[in-house]
């Protein structure tokens, strides 16, 4: 992959205020602020041009939530949002310096970061109506718009945002083009390793990939959908069951049952720390060596993997 050069500019010169991003040889332009900082934002030349907009709070369980929106003038829609959305306190504001996006343009990259972002699932949005498939666009505009989504891809992450970051399934509906000309499925995230896999007698079969720099379970992977707990265990090994047990409730909200047994099927991909919490969790254990557990199509594990990836 090639390297990429950001930019990113503190405008008052603290690292919690205002913030510009942008890539080299990139014609976006991206503008991160807080809620209590709209009245300067609707101020900036960029808050008045035709762009895409993405909202970001924390729902009533604490767990954060956003709303991606377009508009032909993005701070006079904030103003409107200030006064009937009360969930959200952070903005991403996605413009262009060309000032060349067009209506048709942001509707195309709403709708296409609506998909992505509810297909990824990191971060539930509190779009009530999904996507249309947004407007047609000519091949050239279209595949130029294609475009500006990887770039806002690699952004996002970079100001502290995962909404965006993961694999995009296969299972998504293609987006809507004119007539004759190809559908173009959503990009898949290039895998930074081969995939990895956990077997166990009792039917357990789990993979994982490390994605975009994180360990990630694959969806499909079989997994135990109940935490055993060892009859006797030391006051440290107790807590760390605690936590797991924590993890593992967590993954059981995107698991489905499978052989009706105690196993489940993971329906979509989900993230770790390491691979030993992601061992862990499939296993339905306290803790598990992670990278002794996770074996490449090869026999070798995740360990040796990587300690030959740091070879070179």
Known sequence: MTGKQVRLFLVDGKPGGLMTAE???WTGHVLKGKR????????????RRTGIYILFGTGDDDERIAYIGESDNVGKRLG???????FWDEVVIVTSKDANLTSAHVRYLESRLVRIAKDIGRVPLMNIQGPTGGAELPEADASDMDYFIDQVRILMPVLGYDIFRGRATARSAPVRRPEGQPALELEQTVADSPTFSLRTAKGIYARAQV?????TL???????????RSEKQA???????ENRSLQHADLMKVV????GGELGRVTKDVVYSSPSAAAAVALGRASANGRIEWLDEFGKGYGEWEAAKADG
């Open 218 to 228: 694959l969806e499909g992977s079989i997994v135990s959908s109940v935490m055993r």
């Open 80 to 86: 409107e949002h200030d006064s009937k959305k009360d």
């Open 211 to 215: 994605l975009d720099g994180e360990f």
């Open 235 to 241: 006051a440290s090994t107790a807590r760390q069951f």
């Open 256 to 259: 489905e049952s499978f052989g």
């Open 36 to 47: 209590l900082e709209l009245g300067e934002i609707r101020t900036r030349t960029e808050a």
């Open 23 to 25: 890539i080299g040889n």
